[in-house]
Nanobody, 126 residues
Framework: QLQLVESGGGLVQPGGSLRLSCAAS????????IGWFRQAPGKEREGVSC????????NYADSVKGRFTISRDNAKNAVYLQMNSLKPEDTAVYYC???????????????????WGQGTQVTVSS
């Protein structure tokens, strides 16, 4: 079973930056569409950004466009989420997830992703 591990979360002031990493063990990520999702207290889990298996196509939620960048390094078996200009409303647990469908990046919906990491907390506060 594909196991994903997120890292890089933490406490940051508004306007600051963080880079989240998603790594896999036992399996290579080359064949998977990867997505970053987040869930704030009392809210549903939502798609933040998704990237195709080759890295050539990406999708971003409107709320993060221009501030977040998703990338992947298949040689390192990792996917990243660079988060800049962070806002308090970005506070949430962030999850990475994998999908076998090569088109899942287009809608970036939780229902299309079958393997999930345990999440990493991101808190944006002064």
């Amino acid at each position: 079973q594909l196991q994903l591990v997120e890292s890089g979360g933490g406490l940051v002031q508004p306007g600051g930056s963080l880079r989240l990493s998603c790594a896999a063990s036992k399996f290579t990520l080359d064949y998977y569409t990867i997505g970053w999702f987040r869930q704030a207290p009392g809210k549903e889990r939502e798609g933040v950004s998704c990237i195709s298996s080759t890295g050539g196509s990406t999708n971003y939620a409107d709320s993060v466009k221009g501030r977040f960048t998703i990338s992947r390094d298949n040689a390192k078996n990792a996917v990243y989420l660079q988060m800049n200009s962070l806002k308090p409303e970005d506070t949430a647990v962030y999850y990475c997830a994998a999908a076998t469908s090569r088109s899942s990046w287009m809608r970036c919906r939780t229902v299309d992703f079958g393997s999930w990491g345990q999440g990493t907390q991101v808190t944006v506060s002064s």
